[in-house]
T-cell receptor
């Protein structure tokens, strides 16, 4: 069975305090590892897609990396506006489509 | 262009009533997905459309749930005889094609069954 586990469940950082979020997965036939950001009351907002081990992508203060078993979302010098729930998902082939299996997320709070 | 839109944004209904949730995907996106997000749980896949056909309905929780898509665009998720456990946020996503393309999500419909 495809599984995605995110840790920690919640993380509180001071502004400027860098850290990493973890996403470990077991899936048969990975078709992409996706990171989303979700603010309260809104839908998930796409951040990154990674397809193969060793791949890295960056966007502002965020950097995502991928190995064969896990992905990390590194947050460098975070700001309060980075506070959100970060969701990790794996893509699994289904009937020709790409079904996403999500973890339960890491709730990040960045304080001044 | 505009992103994925969903309506209504909030729906409160009584147990036993039927509800319809609507999704307008991004223009030109051929694949459309429905997910459900319950309190304290991750997003759960419900159904996927390629054009107007649904190759995978495996995530629909019961036969009270159905969905259709017309004209390769708008999709409607229908829940018949709603139960309290159906209370959740229902999210729709679309992607350009079906393979490994990124899915872009709408704002969701929050359904509350009293």
């Amino acid at each position: 069975e495809d599984q995605v586990t995110q840790s920690p469940e919640a993380l509180r950082l001071q502004e400027g305090e860098s850290s990493s979020l973890n996403c470990s997965y077991t899936v048969s036939g990975l078709r992409g590892l996706f990171w989303y950001r979700q603010d309260p009351g809104k839908g998930p907002e796409f951040l990154f897609t990674l397809y193969s081990a060793g791949e890295e992508k960056e966007k502002e203060r965020l950097k995502a990396t991928l190995t064969k078993k896990e992905s990390f979302l590194h947050i460098t010098a975070p700001k309060p506006e980075d506070s959100a729930t970060y969701l990790c998902a794996v893509g699994v082939l289904t009937g020709g489509g790409n079904k996403l299996t999500f973890g339960t997320g890491t709730q990040l709070k960045v304080e001044l | 262009g505009a992103g994925v839109s969903q309506s209504p944004s909030n729906k409160v209904t009584e147990k036993g009533k039927d509800v319809e949730l609507r999704c307008d995907p991004i223009s030109g996106h051929t694949a459309l997905y429905w997910y459900r997000q319950s309190l304290g749980q991750g997003l759960e896949f419900l159904i996927y459309f390629q054009g107007n056909s649904a190759p995978d309905k495996s995530g629909l929780p019961s036969d009270r749930f159905s969905a259709e898509r017309t004209g390769g665009s708008v999709s409607t998720l229908t829940i018949q005889r709603t139960q309290q456990e159906d209370s959740a946020v229902y999210l729709c996503a679309s992607s350009v094609t079906t393979s490994t393309d990124t899915q872009y999500f709408g704002p969701g419909t929050r359904l509350t069954v009293l």
